[in-house]
């Protein structure tokens, strides 16, 4: 309760001055992902491993904008240049990217999101309606740069997996469930910026998100401007195959396994590599 009673008193002054004119802004968020990479190779010496690991550090971190209103918004990555391959011969690892062309839309009010996503060189256009997220507000407070932000967490279910190209112990027929684990999702909001939204699908806390904490993916903003001059777009991508996100996974997932049967290694083989990575596990 006394959570929510300092809420509402920040919610009701920041209101008060902010009704008098439109309001929109943008906010910069940057993201970091931690990894777990297992390499063995006989074709790898030990700098390509540290220059493979170190570029795949720095293609976890990535920066983003959200163009916000009172109900809508418009996820973003900057653009950035390529990231370069690693590795020749018949081996090599591409640290490509879309910056700029995936984009999320997102409407709160009508509780619907529109992904933009282009993948392996084919354009997507995801829609479906944003999933309800069981947020618990916590009785924890703490300042990022100049705004008052509070805590609130939630649980979910995710399978627990590796991602590679080094399964060749695995039954290849095998039908069995992925095992589940639970995670807490952590969140820092701030009513002082009263829209129900945040970074990528994280929303529904009464302030805007400007910290997430999800496994091995932080999120935190780094800069926030409120009415910038120049007024904010926001508008919907229209470009590419429309597809529910339940056909979207089946999709990705069908391609991923087509990509690790291509480069698995051959049973018995004696020259093959191996990658293993876990990625937020």
């Known amino acids: 309760m006394k959570v929510l009673k300092v809420i509402l008193i920040v919610l009701s002054i920041f209101t008060t001055t902010s009704n008098a004119q ?151 027929d095998s039908n069995e469930e992925p095992e589940m684990i639970e995670r807490v999702v952590s969140a820092w909001y701030t009513p002082q910026i009263p829209v129900s939204n945040g970074p990528a699908k994280y929303q529904g806390l009464p302030g805007l998100i400007l910290e997430v904490n999800d496994g091995k993916l932080t999120i935190i903003c780094s800069k926030i401007v409120i009415n910038p001059h120049d007024k904010v777009v926001i508008e919907a991508p229209r470009k590419g195959t429309e597809v529910s996100q339940g056909e979207y996974d089946d999709i990705m997932e069908k391609k991923s396994k087509e990509m690790m049967e291509r480069y698995a290694p051959r049973k018995g083989s004696k020259n093959g590599y191996s990658i293993e990575i876990n990625v937020g596990g």
């Open 22 to 172: 439109e309001f929109q802004g943008v906010a910069t968020y940057r993201t970091h992902q931690k990894f777990d990479v297992k390499l063995d190779s006989t074709k790898m010496n030990d700098d390509m491993q540290k220059k493979i690991i170190e570029m795949m550090k720095k293609q976890f971190q990535k920066t983003y904008h959200l163009n916000f209103d009172k109900f809508s918004s418009l996820y973003q990555q900057e653009v950035e240049l390529d990231k370069p391959q690693v590795g020749g011969g018949d081996f090599q690892v591409s640290f490509g990217g879309n910056a700029g062309s995936d984009v999320l839309y997102k409407n709160i009010r009508d509780q619907n999101y529109i992904d933009q996503k282009e993948t392996l060189g084919k354009r997507f256009l995801i829609k479906d309606s944003i999933s309800p997220i069981k947020w618990e507000l916590v009785n924890e407070t703490k300042y990022i740069g100049e705004y008052l932000c509070f805590k609130a967490t939630y649980t979910k279910q995710i399978p627990k997996r590796n991602f590679g190209i080094n399964d060749s112990d695995k039954d290849e």
